[in-house]
T-cell receptor, first 112, second 110 residues
Framework: KAGVTQTPRYLIKTRGQQVTLSCSPI?????VSWYQQTPGQGLQFLFE???????NKGNFPGRFSGRQFSNSRSEMNVSTLELGDSALYLC???????????FGPGTRLLVL | DAKTTQPNSMESNEEEPVHLPCNHS???????IHWYRQLPSQGPEYVIH???SNVNNRMASLAIAEDRKSSTLILHRATLRDAAVYYC???????????FGTGTRLQVFP
């Protein structure tokens, strides 16, 4: 079974731009979660989608948004990028929720 | 707020047991304790989880204190491939969110 894939793997943007990251979950998994990882704050939960609905949300500003498609693939969008948004963005999938999660390799975003 | 506390780093020699501690004094009765590890340049990988009783799987054992305010991840025989950052995580029952700790960086020496 193929693992969780994330595209792109690396991205460089400038302040004020917006970015869209993509995540393809393991086949059959319906829950997709997104996390931000930085050296200063560690791993922080962004949001979770299940069956195309946002089911859970972390403490991030509204500039961070996401969606899930009928095939369970998910996208995350960050608008009006700030320097502090530079991070590794990780996507994880699971069958139903926060039981065993399978993480992708992440997208490393650098904001200049 | 729920949180976990772990030592920043630990060292071990190959083929020796490793005990990675975690304090979670704010845990509630229905929160699960999960452990994940993150190898260099990879996403985190599930290791084990438990609620009240000690748990074993092919990767590790999880020992949970009777009052559930602490737990210990046990690697029975460390290998060089076990060098990673180990995260102790609370899975909150009421919100189903994962609260990650800062992690313990484990170094394994040959």
């Amino acid at each position: 079974k193929a693992g969780v894939t994330q595209t792109p793997r690396y991205l460089i943007k400038t302040r004020g731009q917006q970015v869209t990251l993509s995540c393809s979950p393991i086949s059959g998994h319906r829950s997709v979660s997104w996390y931000q990882q930085t050296p200063g704050q560690g791993l922080q939960f962004l949001f979770e989608y299940f069956s195309e609905t946002q089911r859970n949300k972390g403490n991030f500003p509204g500039r961070f948004s996401g969606r899930q498609f009928s095939n369970s693939r998910s996208e995350m969008n960050v608008s009006t990028l700030e320097l502090g948004d530079s991070a590794l963005y990780l996507c994880a999938s699971s069958l139903r929720g926060m039981e065993t999660q399978y993480f992708g390799p992440g997208t490393r975003l650098l904001v200049l | 707020d729920a949180k976990t506390t772990q030592p920043n780093s630990m060292e071990s020699n190959e083929e020796e047991p490793v005990h990675l501690p975690c304090n979670h004094s704010t845990i509630s009765g229905t929160d699960y304790i999960h452990w994940y590890r993150q190898l260099p340049s990879q996403g985190p990988e599930y290791v084990i989880h438990g609620l009240t009783s000690n748990v074993n799987n092919r990767m590790a054992s999880l020992a949970i204190a009777e009052d559930r305010k602490s737990s210990t991840l046990i690697l029975h025989r460390a290998t060089l491939r076990d060098a990673a950052v180990y995260y102790c995580i609370l899975r909150l029952y009421n919100t189903d969110k994962l609260i990650f700790g800062t992690g313990t960086r484990l170094q394994v020496f040959p």
